[in-house]
């Protein structure tokens, strides 16, 4: 519902990776007043990578994480560069900097900076500051009077200096690739050799001649596989299905070294490690590469938003808890979408609701929503853990009409599908080998106005 009012809040948000950045260029267009909270001393949240990770738990466990970044040291992104944009900054490749499509992670938080600098976003953001307390002032007044209570802590110099403030709104923007997730494995606790969770791996050679394990196949899972092989001397990698993907078929092939196991069924003192079909061995480390979980440490909602089993609600849209709306609202939840775009979609959705542009359903159709969406995703037989897993590109363009944003072009589906795809055959050489019918889309990608009206003709050569 759009609404020819216009407010201005004072809206608080707390992280300034790229779901952070995008929201408060958003807020500040629609007139609000925008503070933005940053832990770490630069803008990028995941993608600012931290090689540092000494002092952090191996698995953890910490309710609040000295490491923000899970970004390991060879890192690529997994989605061609140009489909990765915002809708009005895309993605270049630039001079004097990495020019592939599938550029390291530091072309991408490069590209954040630029988008940082471009929009003049700086002048929002309080860096080295921890939001540890975000609660409501007024509790029991639910509405559009609400206000939030901020409690942040900050460093400056190595004085650290304590402040609290009254927010209009809060707009969570902490991502969801920082919070490791464990499976539960019998012996884990006693098990007495290395175990750690992908997100303080940094580098394969702490692990040269060693026995590794690797829990979970997915991509980190499968790229440090990869990574690991050249200099251990067995990797061992642990998958709760054992029908995988051509491409991994390929690489498990061409490595003597590298073996696929089932499930682990349990760890033993001595370092053995069984697999649910009943063969095992002595290892060295055990690396879980099983995801992570969401998690709002600093966030008080007196129990209105929960975390259960990894399923963040109730919230409408995956953005809007019922009850604290429109005064808290989550950017970047959902998953398995093209992040970026998506991103800017919600941001732009908060932006004009806060400024009362438009309007949510009320209370109760809010709620029923919420209800047949979870009806829909358990006909389906989708896990709850997987709620926030969206992979649909109708509902994306459908979330887009929320706010008048526009749909994802064709090409940008496009190319995703067929990145997909190469990934899946081509597991080793999927980021640097294309044939030539992907070739076509990207050609007929750089035609569109999207990319024409910023650059010249060579500016994609890459």
């Not at 990869?226 to 991994?248: C, P």
């Not at 099983?290 to 399923?311: A, E, H, Q």
């Not at 093209?338 to 959705?349: L, N, R, V, Y």
């Not at 008048?404 to 050489?429: Q, T």
Request: aromatic share 12%; with cysteine; hydrophobic share 35%.
């Amino acid at each position: 519902m759009v609404s020819d009012g216009k407010q201005s809040k004072n809206v608080c948000v707390i992280g300034a990776g790229p779901a952070g950045l995008v929201a408060a260029r958003e807020l500040r267009k629609e007139g609000h007043q925008v503070v933005v909270l940053e832990q770490s001393h630069d803008v990028g949240g995941q993608w600012l990578y931290e090689p540092n990770v000494e002092s952090e738990e191996p698995l953890g466990k910490n309710k609040f994480l000295s490491v923000h970044s899970s970004i390991y040291n060879s890192l690529r992104i997994a989605s061609p560069r140009e489909i990765m944009g915002f809708t009005d900054f895309p993605f270049m490749a630039k001079k004097g900097r990495d020019l592939r499509r599938f550029p390291s992670h530091k072309e991408l938080w490069l590209y954040l900076k630029d988008f940082c600098e471009h929009f003049r976003l700086k002048e929002m953001i309080r860096f080295n500051t921890i939001a540890e307390y975000v609660g409501m002032l007024n509790y029991g007044e639910f509405g559009k009077d609400l206000k939030w209570v901020v409690k942040s802590k900050g460093k400056n110099n190595g004085d650290e200096k304590v402040v609290e403030e009254v927010f209009d709104a809060v707009v969570v923007a902490t991502g969801h690739y920082s919070h490791p997730r464990l499976p539960s494995v019998k012996g884990m606790d006693t098990w007495k050799r290395k175990q750690m969770h992908s997100h303080v791996y940094r580098i394969p050679e702490p692990f040269r001649n060693e026995v590794v394990v690797i829990v979970g196949n997915s991509q980190s899972g499968q790229d440090l596989s990869m990574e690991i092989v050249e200099v251990a001397k067995e990797v061992h990698l642990s998958s709760r299905s054992l029908n995988i993907t051509e491409g991994l078929s390929k690489v498990i092939s061409k490595h003597q070294n590298l073996h696929l196991h089932p499930q682990i069924e349990s760890l033993h003192e001595d370092g053995g490690v069984q697999f649910q079909d009943g063969s095992s061995v002595i290892a060295n480390t055990i690396i879980y590469c099983t995801g992570y979980s969401y998690s709002f440490p600093f966030l008080d909602t007196k129990g209105i938003v929960v975390v259960d089993d990894n399923r963040v609600g109730p919230l409408f849209e995956h953005t809007f808890p019922p009850s604290l709306a429109p005064s808290l609202s989550f950017i970047g939840i959902p998953r398995k979408i093209i992040g970026f775009p998506f991103f800017e979609s919600q941001a732009k959705w908060i932006a004009q609701v806060l400024s009362e542009k438009r309007r949510l359903p009320s209370w109760e159709d809010m709620m029923q929503s919420i209800k047949e969406f979870y009806q829909s995703r358990e006909l389906a037989g989708i896990r709850k853990s997987d709620t926030h897993d969206v992979g649909d590109f109708e509902y994306c363009d459908k979330y887009a009409d929320y706010s008048g944003s526009p749909h994802l072009e064709e090409w940008r589906k496009k190319l995703c599908i067929a990145s997909i795809l190469n990934f899946f055959s081509n597991l080793e050489a999927f980021r640097d080998s294309w044939d030539d019918e992907v070739e076509e889309l990207l050609q007929e990608a750089l035609q569109d106005p999207y990319f024409t009206r910023f650059v010249g003709d060579d500016a994609f050569a890459m």
